[in-house]
C-alpha cells in the first residue's frame, strides 16, 4: 500500500544530524537521506516531483549546499522542490547567499525539535497558499485572455461584416503575425522583441483595417479595378483608422493603442519606399507595421475575395518573397519561408474554431511559467517568498529591511524595521517624504536610487556607504538593494527588495565594493583586469617556489550561431553554462576569467604533466547545453622555462587557439612541445 506523506530529503555529511531530523520528522512525513550533494542531485534527478521539501547543509564534501541550490536553479527543480538550509554557520553572508540562490528558510544547529517542525510545517502551508495563488491568477489571466480573444472575433466580424468577408481574415494576421515575431525573435535582437511585446502586437494587428469602417460599402466591396479616385479614398483607410484610433478620450497613450496606431497608419508602406501614406523606407517604418503587412498580403492571396479567387500557400509564399505583392524587409521574408509549413494547418485550425482556446491556454502557461513571466506573478511570488525571508533575518540580525517600488514610487518597510525608525509601515512618494529624509538626506536617497537603476538582471544588486540617522543616532551605514524585473529585457527594475546594516568597521564595506568590482558582471567569473593582475604575481614568483603554470585562453567556436538563431538571452545562457563549468572543473587556487565577448581564460598549477587536467576540463566545457553543442577552441601556454611576463604568455597561448581555429576548430593546442 502506498503512503500519502509528503516526502522530506535531508542532505547533510553527518550521519548523527541527518538521524537526528529523522527522528523529529518521521511521525508526519516520508524521509529520504543523502550523504552529500552529488547524492542529492541524484535523487532529485529521478525523483524531483516527489520530493515535497528538501533540508540542506551547505558544508559537505564532493558538492555543497551552494552548488546544489546553483543545479537546483539551472534545472528549474528549485520551483517545485522547496528548500530550507540547514547548517552551524550564522554569518549574514551565508544567510544571504542561500536566500539568493532560492532557499525559502534557515535553520541554525543545534536543532530544536519544534522549531524544526514548525518551520517545516510553516512552508508546506506557504507551498500550498502559493498554489492556491497561482491557480486564482492562472483563472483571472486565463479569463482576461478569452475576454480579449473574443473581443477579436467582434472586432472581426464589425470591420469585415461591411466587407463581404467571412470575419477570419483579422483571426488570420493574428495568428500569421505572431508566428512571424516568434521566428523573427529566434534570428536578430535587433528590434527588442520581447515575449509580452508578441502578444501585444498580435492583440493590436486586430485593428489593421479598423479604418474601412469609413470608406463607402459601393467602394470597400467594387469587385472590379478601382479608378484612381477610388484608389485614394481606399487608402484613406489607413490615416483614418490611425485617426480613431488616436481620437480615443483618457487612452491615447495606452501601449495597445499606440501599436494599433502604428499598425493602421503603415501597414501599407513598403520596405523600398513606394507605399502609402507616408512613404517610409525600410526600418523607418514600425516593425509591428512590417510584420502586420506581410500577414495582411499572406491571407489576402489565400483567401477568396469579391475580385479574385483564393492562391494556394505555396503560390502565395512564391509571390511575396519573388516582390509582386510589394517589398517587405528581407529578415521577414526569412521567415515567412520558416514557418510556412506551419501556416496551412494552424490556420485551418483558426478556420475551424479549435485554435482559440488552445492559444489562450498557451499564453497563460507562457505568463505564468515562461522565463518572462508578467510583473503581476513574479512579482507575487517573489515579494511573498522574500517576506516570509524578511521575518527571520530581521529577528536574528537586526537589519532594516525594506521593499521599494518605482512606479508608484513606495517604500514598505518591515515592521520591526517601521517600529525602530518611528515611521509608518508604507511610505509613499519617499522623495518627498520629510520623516524619510530625517533618516535617508534627500540628496543620498536619490543617489542610491541612481546606483538601482545602473543594475541590470545579470547583475541586480546595488550597494553603497551612508550616514544615516537610525534610531536617533548617526551611524554609517550599508545599504544593499536587490532589484527585481518583470522582464529581462526592461532597462529599469520594477522595484528592490533591500536593507539597511549599520557598519562599524569602514573597511569591510570597501573590501565588499572592491570584490564586486573585480567581477564580470554576466558570468560572475573574475574580470581581464583583475586576472591578470593576479596571474602576474604568480608567474613573477613560479621560478622562486618551483610551481609550473599553464595559461589557456577559450573561445567559444559556434557562439555566434547561438545568438543569430536562438537570440541573445540564449548566447546569454551559453555564456554563463561555459563559466559555471569552469568554475565546477577548477580548483580553489586555479584562476578563472572572463577576457570579453565569448573568449575566456584559465591559469592553473600543474605537476608532471599537464595534458590529463586539459582534457578533463575540454571535455566538461563541452558536453552539449539544452542540445545546443557547445564548441571550444582552446590554446595553451606554459611558464616552465619562460621568461616573459602574463602578456607574452597570453600571446601564446592566444596564438595556439587560433591555431586550432584555422584547422578544425574544437579541440586545443599547447604551444609548449616539452610538455
Known sequence: MSSHKKKILIVDDSELNRSILADMLSGEYDIVEAENGLRAIEILHGHELEISLMLLDIVMPQMDGF??????????????????????????????????????????????????????????????RQKEMTDVLTQQIYQKEKDNSLMIEILSHIV????????????????????????????????????????????????????????????????GKFTPEEFEIMKAHTVEGANMLSAIPFRKNEELIKLGHDICRHHHERYDGRGYPDGLKGDDIPISAQVVAIADVYDALTSKRVYKDAYTPEKAVEMIVKGECGAFNPLLLECLNEIAPKLKSELHLVSLGRATDDKIHDTVKQILHGEKGTASDRSIRLFEMERQKFRFLSDIS?????????????????????????????????????????????????????????????????????LLNLGGQQKWSKVIARALWSDGEQSEPDGVIGKIVDVNDETEIMELLEKKAERDQKTGLLNHTAAKRRIELLIADADAKGKKYALAVLDLDNFKKANDEYGHLFGDEILIAVADRMKENI??????????????????????????????????????????EVKVSMGIATTHGFEGGYDELFKLADGAMYEVKKKNKNGYKIYSDEI
Open 398 to 466: 537586526g537589519e532594516i529591511i525594506f521593499e521599494y517600488s518605482f512606479v508608484p514610487e513606495a517604500l514598505q518597510l518591515s515592521e520591526w524595521s517601521a517600529e525602530l525608525l518611528g515611521l509608518p509601515v508604507r511610505i509613499s512618494d519617499p522623495s518627498k517624504s520629510r520623516e524619510w529624509a530625517e533618516i535617508f538626506p534627500a540628496e543620498d536617497f536619490k543617489r542610491f536610487l541612481d546606483d538601482i537603476r545602473r543594475t541590470n538582471p545579470s547583475n541586480p544588486v546595488a550597494m553603497n556607504k551612508f
Open 67 to 128: 552548488a546544489v541550490l546553483s543545479m537546483m536553479n539551472r534545472t528549474g527543480w528549485i520551483h517545485s522542490t522547496p528548500v530550507i538550509m540547514i547548517s552551524a554557520e550564522t554569518s549574514g553572508t551565508y544567510i544571504d547567499r542561500a536566500y539568493d540562490l532560492g532557499a525559502v528558510d534557515y535553520i541554525s544547529r543545534p536543532f530544536d525539535e519544534r522549531t524544526v517542525k514548525h518551520r517545516v510545517a510553516c512552508n508546506f502551508a506557504f507551498s500550498v
Open 160 to 223: 469585415e461584416f461591411r466587407n463581404g468577408e467571412s470575419g477570419l481574415h483579422v483571426l488570420h494576421v493574428n495568428v500569421i503575425t505572431q508566428m512571424l515575431l516568434e521566428s523573427l525573435v529566434k534570428k536578430t535582437d535587433k528590434y527588442g522583441i520581447s515575449s509580452r511585446d508578441i502578444r501585444m502586437i498580435s492583440t493590436a494587428s486586430a485593428l489593421h483595417d479598423i479604418g474601412k469602417i469609413s470608406i463607402p460599402s459601393e467602394i470597400l466591396n467594387k469587385p
Open 587 to 628: 580548483r580553489s587556487t586555479d584562476i578563472a576569467a572572463r577576457v570579453g565577448g565569448d573568449e575566456f581564460i584559465l591559469f592553473m598549477e600543474y605537476k608532471e604533466t599537464l595534458i590529463p587536467q586539459v582534457d578533463r576540463i575540454f571535455n566538461r566545457i563541452t558536453v552539449p547545453y539544452k542540445n545546443f
